[in-house]
């Protein structure tokens, strides 16, 4: 567009004397250039930037020459912004296929082969959980002891370990469904930690044994003890234990003799227990036994009653409740130690046992 200087042309002056004062518009001095090389500085990445400072020109431009004055319609800097724009769209497209492509093919070799791998194993447990649940007798003898056993320190087993008396104590006010060898029996507490009812008035009797005395495999109604109350009215507390031996008996009764005060004290020994005894103590023990003077057992006692009567998490004891989790937990763990499952599940010994029935770390 054209822009006329001066006065206006009088009335019939030739058309060249007024075309001589119209001239071109002269842009501001530099005023683009320098936007042209602004926008080259920043790149392509902050085209937004050089737009916005290529319009704020623009304006200040029309601005300074007048409102007649019009910027070029196709300028250089323009035709660089455009193609900028265009080269910057191209980037961002290609970035975003990059990335999709990425996503994509980490999904497919990575998340999808791992849910999976982790469904499969979950659906091989369920499976497990059920067979071993409803039909326990598929699996061999060895399988369904470690499954179904409470003889043991987990979650969710008899027992806790006394770590200074290498003892195991049954724990206090519990009651559970346990398994060994064929046999199913109901397994209670009393506050104390010993199979006896929770009721009792008198305890005039204590009865100190292994697994016979506690009555492995049978109800609590089966049990030397209770014949004794029942049938003979004499008032027998049942401190027998699955797999004590001699000098465990004797810590029990030292535990508790001042508490109960006892008017008699029955043990019953084994061939067993001798062998047991033997093989579960170092030779230096067997020749001074600790047990006689250099135990504070009323150190012990405060520990051991803490130990009996701590209660784990609710969903750790939920978890060992499953069949599949302790099986799991006790083969891993016989694996360790002795590096033959198969082995000790067909000679029937207890989990947590060598070959010649030494009891072996938190299962033993």
Same mark, same amino acid.
């Given at each position: ?205 204590? =009865? ?5 005395? @506690?009555?492995?495999?049978? !109800? *609590?109604? /089966?049990?030397? +003890?209770?014949? $004794? ?16 031996? =001699? ?5 029990? @009764?030292?535990?508790?003799? !001042? *508490?109960? /005060?006892?008017? +008699?004290?029955? $043990? ?97």
């Amino acid at each position: 567009m054209w822009a006329r200087r001066g006065p206006s042309p009088t009335p019939g002056t030739a058309g060249s004397a007024g075309r001589e004062n119209l001239v071109k518009p002269v842009e501001p001095e530099g005023f683009f250039c320098r936007v042209e090389r602004l926008h080259h500085a920043v790149g392509v990445e902050h085209a937004s930037l050089a737009r916005a400072v290529y319009h704020q020109a623009a304006r200040i431009a029309g601005a300074r020459t007048g409102p007649n004055l019009e910027r070029p319609r196709t300028s250089r800097s323009e035709k660089l912004f455009e193609e900028s724009r265009l080269n910057t769209e191209d980037i961002s497209q290609d970035v975003n296929r990059t990335t999709n492509s990425t996503g994509r093919a980490l999904w497919k070799r990575v998340v999808f082969p791992f849910a999976a791998a982790c469904i499969g194993v979950f659906l091989t447990l369920l499976l497990v959980e059920a067979a071993l649940q409803l039909a326990p007798r598929l699996f061999s003898p060895g399988v369904q002891h470690l499954a179904f056993s409470r003889y043991d320190a987990l979650p969710g087993g008899m027992y806790v370990r006394e770590r200074q008396t290498r003892m195991r104590l049954m724990r206090a006010n519990v009651t559970m469904r346990t398994y060994s060898h064929g046999y199913w029996w109901n397994h209670a507490t009393d506050a104390l930690g010993f199979r006896s009812p929770h009721n009792l008035e008198r305890r005039d009797v204590l =009865l100190l044994g292994d697994s016979l005395i @506690y009555g492995h495999g049978v !109800e *609590e109604s /089966q049990t030397v +003890a209770h014949f $004794l109350r029942s049938e003979h009215q004499v008032a027998g507390y049942n401190m027998g234990s699955q797999g004590q031996c =001699l000098y465990e008996c004797y810590v029990t @009764y030292r535990l508790y003799a !001042e *508490e109960l /005060q006892p008017e +008699a004290v029955v $043990l019953f020994v084994f061939l067993n227990d001798i062998l047991d005894l033997v093989n579960r103590r170092h030779p230096e023990e067997i020749a001074d036994p600790p047990e006689i003077e250099r135990f504070n057992y009323q150190e012990i006692g405060k520990q051991a009653r803490e130990l009996q009567n701590r209660r784990q998490p609710l969903m750790t004891r939920l978890a060992y409740r499953l069949a599949t989790v302790r099986l799991v937990k006790k083969y891993l763990f016989l694996r360790s130690k002795s590096g033959n499952v198969q082995r000790q599940a067909r000679r029937g010994l207890e989990p947590g046992t060598d070959r010649t029935g030494n009891r072996m770390g938190y299962l033993g």
